[in-house]
């Protein structure tokens, strides 16, 4: 029997409202549920102006959808996995993770700023916006000429700071892109390479937060979870989760689960001067999650 009618909370932007839509659906054709979805919005939309590694805490965009859960004004929050903060709330479980779509990062250029060669295509010179530090280390490490400015705001409002001309070129990511379905076809698009560029643990993935101890919800919800996003995730957020820290740790990563064992790619962004980044990497394949994270971790910190 499926639960009586449930309520999604979700952020109020367009991709957050396309993203909690995606879980709606997978609800009434998977698992034969009914849900409705409720707009609540978090410190992260209010605050737009800061860069994340300026604003205090974690979960700038989960701590009110948190907050819904448990005092049970919704029964099912969605968020993007990134955004998600490694350990959860007592009393809160996530209960499903899936629905990746492509984690690779968007290169979005005017036209006219875009060089013929290079990882990262632009003149020299060029103002690149992102208010992460895990693209700021790797944009600076492969291309010290630029300059990289703050961007804060929703995909569309990024890509808009772009055609004004604010900027020359932005980072962003693909999935959010692909799931707006934005044109861009007056602009220079280059989807960068996995394996140089790396992404943030858990990108494109969603998650489906949910009070534990409900057997009736877990039932359902259990069912919208893939084993093979979970198992890359886990081991994605599982290498964060051992520094101890949030979206402000330059770390780029990515996992594949394969047949012999699972990989873990990865690159911390250290310091080599007030405006420059060194990267460290690490490529590890193991055969289960402990071990790959452990020997990841071990890599990204030893003394050099």
Known sequence: MSPKRLIIGSRGSDL????????????RDKCDC????????????????????KMEGKGFFTKELEDALL?????????????LPTTQPLGLEVGAVGFRADRRELLIMLPESRATAGLLPLKPGAAIGTSSTRRKAQIVYHNPTLQVRELRGNVPTR???LREGQYDAIIIAAAGVDRLGL???DL???????????????QGALAVEMRQADEELVSVVSQLNSVIVQTET??????????NAGCSLPLGVFAEAGETGIRLAAVLGIHAGEHSYGLRR?????????????SAYSALTREV
């Open 16 to 27: 957050a409202l396309i993203q909690a839509g995606i879980v709606q659906t997978a609800l």
């Open 34 to 53: 009914r849900a409705d979805i409720k707009v609540i919005k978090t410190q992260g939309d209010k605050i737009d102006h800061l860069s994340f590694d």
């Open 71 to 83: 005092n049970r004004s919704i029964d099912l929050a969605v968020h993007s996995l990134k955004d």
């Open 159 to 161: 890509v808009r700071k």
């Open 183 to 185: 044109d861009l076809s």
């Open 188 to 202: 220079e698009v280059v989807r960068l390479d996995l394996e140089d560029f790396l992404p943030a643990p858990g």
């Open 234 to 243: 886990s081991a994605e957020r599982g290498l964060l989760k051992r520094f």
């Open 282 to 294: 690490v490529d590890v394949t193991a055969g289960s999650l402990d071990e790959v994270i452990s």
